[in-house]
């Protein structure tokens, strides 16, 4: 069984082990894509291959769409050399789910696999024919915040943008800079209109992707290298750079799902580790739930992709949708249980669901103390999303996440995850900062976390964090076995405790100072002293 054009043509074999396989004619979905595309998606990860490009395929066996996506890969070449081509632009996506079973589909709906790379002069030409394109209605992304920087950690412009900058849209080097000029093309094609649709998982990713090509349109115009009409045409209605909020677990390709699919007989399939250290394998496996809301902006028209389950709607409902996400449904749970699951030595985030305690703190933390403050978007409900993620998103045996995944950059994470709802207590008429029980016991676990130290005493390796070397020294003098006087564990973390930018909030403005330094204190009185704590307030 190869994962080949050629190969899937013994439908039998395939779909006798459990395949589903594409109910199109695969020949012709290619022939009118090529001739017509209307989406084109940047980023050929595990993300895209799992969600968008299943969308597609679930359309197309529905007859919704005859034409597939096409996908470009901007930052690692290799993607499309060793993994797409080979395997005929062909994947595996199994959908783990929670009932221990898992859905193996071989998704097609990738019509063309391209480059972004200017150096590679017939990629990028046909790359610019698709962008010339009247047909083209969106181009997708999933680059990571990462790539719609211009500039590095310290702020500085990064060389390959100065160079593009002066350069021109001819032969531009950086992400931004090739996207930008395809965006061109199909300015000098007409000024034909477009959608650019960010799908990453950060906040009001489209104004992300809007500053970074309007840096570009308008240091070609001062350059000389493209006309001023440029910039007026990516700041016009007839491009949009829209809102979105995407959910969806996509881990590591994992060698469990791996050795299931060898075990059907399914050959080659083994995993590709790139020259810039990407891991891709010719299947992805994901969760079975997803999300993906986006803004309704879409000057070329679009679709009726909501039959593939996309939602569209406005502006302030994705804004909506995205703070009820990350601020209460499932990002602030996800770091509970990251802070905990470290110290309590647990290695799968799915085996925390079966610890009665940490169950009682996400279960208080997500309904008792944020729901009460969040705002329904209308087009997904808070109490709805909460319940999938904590009895069938987190539970799931199947899905390898780990709390040390997770506990990565927590101290970017605590305020926006938890400083909203306390800012939203504040600002409550009738409501009570000091009725916050647990999110202060999550603060003192963060504290209690950084000693790394586990409930049992042994050393840990702590996640990567950038404030890491900043916050670890105001936790160096404590020691698990020896408690302090209140007084004195204030003293010595105050700088921790007011800096607004870790918690969102100064915890001494907001009362919450004191409660935390006590919970943290108790935390510290020995071996087990984490596991009373949590069994005390829950």
Excluded at 249 to 270: H, M, Q
Excluded at 277 to 290: I, L
Excluded at 506 to 512: A, G, H, Q, S
Aim: aromatic content about 10%; glycine content about 6%.
């Amino acid at each position: 069984m190869k994962l080949t054009l050629e190969g899937i043509q013994n439908r039998k074999e395939w779909e006798e082990k459990g395949y589903s396989l594409p109910q199109y004619d695969i020949a012709e979905m290619r022939k009118a894509t090529k001739e017509n595309p209307f989406w084109i998606h940047f980023g050929a990860g595990n993300l895209f291959r799992a969600f968008h490009a299943n969308v597609v395929q679930n359309m197309l066996n529905n007859k919704d769409l005859d034409r597939g996506l096409v996908v470009a890969e901007g930052f690692d070449y290799e993607i499309i050399e060793k993994m797409y081509a080979p395997h005929d632009n062909l994947g595996i996506v199994a959908t783990l789910k929670a009932d221990g079973t898992i859905d193996k589909t071989v998704v097609a709906s990738v019509a063309e696999s391209l480059p972004l790379d200017s150096n590679n002069e017939s990629a990028y030409a046909r790359l610019k024919e698709i962008f010339t394109n009247k047909s083209l209605q969106m181009a997708t992304f999933t680059i990571t915040e990462k790539g719609y920087s211009l500039v590095n950690g310290k702020g500085e412009q990064l060389p390959d943008i100065t160079g593009d900058f002066v350069d021109g849209p001819e032969k531009p080097a950086s992400y931004m800079g090739k996207v930008t000029s395809l965006l061109y093309a199909r300015f000098k094609a007409g000024e034909l209109p477009i959608a650019m649709v960010s799908t990453d998982n950060c906040s009001h990713n489209g104004d992300k992707l809007y500053a970074a090509i309007l840096a570009f349109a308008k240091a070609w115009a001062e350059n000389g290298k493209a006309e001023k009409e440029f910039v007026e045409y990516i700041d016009s209605n007839k491009v949009s750079f829209t809102w979105s909020m995407i959910d969806k677990i996509t881990p590591r390709p994992d060698a469990s799902v791996e050795k299931n699919l060898l075990n059907d007989g399914v050959e080659e399939l083994d995993p590709v580790i790139t020259s810039k250290n990407t891991y891709v394998a010719p299947f992805v496996n994901a969760e079975e739930t997803e999300y993906l809301v986006i803004e309704d902006n879409f000057p070329n028209g679009r679709l009726d992709l909501t039959k593939g389950g996309l939602m569209f709607t406005d502006r302030d409902t994705v804004d909506k949708v995205e703070k009820m996400k990350v601020c209460t449904c499932l990002n602030p749970l996800h770091t509970c249980l990251a802070i905990f699951g470290c110290v309590l030595g647990y290695n799968k985030i799915s085996d925390e669901m079966k610890d009665e305690e940490l169950v009682k703190l996400v279960e208080t933390v997500g309904y008792k103390e944020g729901l009460p403050v969040v705002v329904n978007p209308g087009i997904l409900d808070p109490k709805e999303f909460i319940d999938t993620v904590l009895k069938v998103r987190v539970p799931n045996p199947f899905m390898p996440d780990t709390p040390q995944r997770i506990a990565t950059d927590t101290s970017q994470k605590l305020a926006i995850r938890f400083g909203e709802t306390i800012k939203a207590y504040a600002s409550a008429d009738n409501r009570n900062v000091a009725d916050l029980k647990l999110i202060p016991l999550v603060f003192a676990g963060w504290l209690r976390y950084l000693m790394a130290v586990d409930d049992a005493g042994n050393a840990f390796e702590l996640s990567p964090d950038p404030l890491l070397d900043t916050v670890c020294p105001y936790i160096e003098g404590f020691k698990l076995g020896e408690t302090k006087d209140a007084t004195e564990i204030e003293a010595t973390l105050k700088p921790v405790l007011e800096n607004d930018k870790i918690f969102g909030v100064n915890l001494y403005e907001v009362d919450m100072a004191e409660k935390v330094c006590g919970y943290f204190n108790e935390m510290l009185a020995g071996v087990g002293s984490v596991r009373s704590t949590l069994k005390k307030y829950l």
